[in-house]
């Protein structure tokens, strides 16, 4: 048998969580020291709060800030459509006329 295959192995290793929890299971390291648990993580705590590490949200925030002013400016300079009742008899005429000048 080959002697030192296998690392050290601690049963009773000790995780410990930015959030101040301390876990115990079994590992090859003594010590291991993590930024998010299962005590902590908003999957397991129900929390609506978003763990956002690279600024990502900021940035996604900023960007449909910027869309909703496009928006809103669009929408201002845009006239509003009114809604006319076309009566039959007036689009035939229409109708007519044009296919006249067509000819
Ligand atoms: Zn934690």
Redesign the pocket.
């Known amino acids: 048998m080959k002697k030192d295959t296998h690392p050290n192995y601690y049963p009773k290793a000790k995780i410990k ?5 301390v876990l115990e299971t079994g590992s090859t390291q003594e010590k291991i020291e ?1 930024e ?2 299962s ?3 908003p999957y397991f705590t129900g929390d609506k709060k978003v763990i956002d590490t690279a600024g990502r949200m900021e940035r996604f925030q900023k960007i449909t800030e910027k869309s909703d002013k496009v928006r809103k400016a669009l929408k201002k300079s845009a006239k509003p459509v009114k809604k006319t009742k076309v009566l039959k008899s007036s689009a035939k005429k229409n109708l007519s006329s044009i296919k006249k000048t067509a000819k």
Do not use: E, R
């Not at 969580?17 to 929890?21: E, I, L, M, T, Y």
């Open positions: 969580c930015a959030c101040g929890a993590t998010i648990c005590m902590c993580h």
